[in-house]
């Protein structure tokens, strides 16, 4: 008896999904409509599996032309109907379904402003929980630049975890890093989140003001930086390689291209020493708290219109830059690690990045797509002890 009951234990354990497979994209449209067709043609090539996400998630800056963007409501549906064709599109062709049938459903569209998020899931009942937030930055928080959040709890038999995915586009130009370190410290500000689930905000109207979720109450769970929550943060964070514009001969004697020798000073390695956001980064002033998985990928701004498209870049026999900036890493997706307060009573537990990668170009915009394939143990965070949580708390009154 001890046996089959233990063989039945296995077989519960066995069934329970271990990591969360996400597939996270940024992406800066340019303020035109995608090539649905050739978006789909190149969605799913960061994967190094043919086995599609449980979870995908489309960063998504410049999504529409400004005023669009300001006016909102129908003036957006077609631009995030494109980008809902072309997932469904890619998704079959990774998966050679024979049918047309969609294989994710869609769970959240947000925007504020041009910046947007969407979030599309395989099961859509492992999604419960659903809250949302947005905040414009820059002059006049208008929109054109800002972040929108999407937050989530995943649950898959029996166990679950909390996710957060934020969208951000911070301040252009290769002088304004202050700035985008401005626009980066009033996203933390600003982005609050709140519940988009009818019958949770019900319910929570419901209860004396004593017993209402903490979540609802709480500036800190409001916050981007949620203890109990992983982080992604994907965007345009446009940070350069230089703090002044290129001389008139820097295309032709400096910028990189794709067949350089690794060793040369013209490799895309080399430049990449200069990159604003590792610096900032590491400095303390800006994404504070978040890593990166290791840059592999050349600069993915600025091309101009020229460039032939849909090329991987062993196919090509140059880069062709404009020539008035500087080719930059814009375009990047960082992530919060395991908490200490949980690695260190689950030591093996770890977020595990598979591929990080840019995308072949698009012609639709100047911008390349970039991917983060990672995996997320399916484990709930705890709330941290009272001196964690107190570090936490002072951390975030600092950014405030």
Not at 252 to 270: A, I, M, N, R, V
Request: charged content about 20%; hydrophobic content about 35%.
């Amino acid at each position: 008896m001890q046996n089959s009951i233990s063989g039945l234990v296995v077989k519960s354990i066995v069934a329970i999904k271990a990591d969360l497979s996400l597939y996270i994209l940024t992406f800066n449209c340019g303020l035109s409509p995608i090539d649905v067709d050739a978006f789909a043609s190149q969605l799913f090539s960061g994967l190094t599996t043919p086995a599609l996400p449980d979870l995908l998630v489309l960063s998504l800056q410049e999504l529409a032309p400004i005023p669009y963007g300001l006016i909102g409501g129908s003036f957006l549906v077609p631009y995030f109907s494109s980008f809902y064709h072309a997932v469904q599109k890619g998704a079959r062709k990774a998966s050679n379904a024979t049918d047309n049938a969609p294989i994710y459903t869609p769970i959240s569209a947000r925007n504020v402003g041009i910046t947007g998020i969407m979030v599309f899931a395989k099961d859509p009942e492992a999604i419960q929980d659903i809250e949302t937030a947005g905040v414009g930055v820059g002059m006049s928080e208008m929109g054109n630049k800002g972040a929108v959040g999407v937050r989530f709890t995943y649950r898959d038999k029996g166990s679950y975890t909390e996710l957060t995915f934020v969208s951000a586009h911070l301040a252009a130009m290769e002088d304004e890093v202050l700035r985008r370190n401005e626009d980066w410290k009033n996203i933390v500000r600003g982005l609050v989140f709140s519940s988009t689930t009818a019958d949770r905000k019900q319910n929570a109207a419901s209860l004396p003001g004593d017993q209402r979720p903490l979540l609802s109450i709480s500036p800190q769970d409001a916050s981007i930086y949620k203890p109990t929550s992983h982080l992604f943060v994907a965007g345009d964070l446009n940070y350069r390689t230089s703090t002044i514009k290129p001389s008139p001969t820097d295309h032709l004697e400096t910028f990189p291209q794709p067949h350089d020798d690794p060793s040369s000073e013209q490799h895309c390695s080399t430049l990449f020493l200069s990159d604003q956001l590792n610096r900032e980064r590491h400095a303390g002033r800006t994404l504070h708290g978040l890593t990166e998985a290791e840059v592999t990928f050349p600069p993915t701004y600025k091309y101009n219109l020229e460039e032939p498209y849909l090329k991987l870049d062993e196919e090509l026999s140059a880069w062709h830059w404009a020539k008035h900036r500087w080719p930059s890493w814009c375009d990047r997706i960082l992530y919060l690690d395991i908490p200490t307060w949980l690695s260190s009573a689950q030591p093996g537990l770890k977020i595990t990045p598979h591929k990080y990668s840019a995308l072949p170009l698009q012609p639709t915009t100047d911008h390349r797509a970039v991917a983060l394939e990672v995996s997320v143990p399916l484990v709930p965070i705890p709330a941290p002890s009272e001196d964690e949580e107190g570090m936490i708390r002072g951390y975030i009154r600092r950014l405030r």
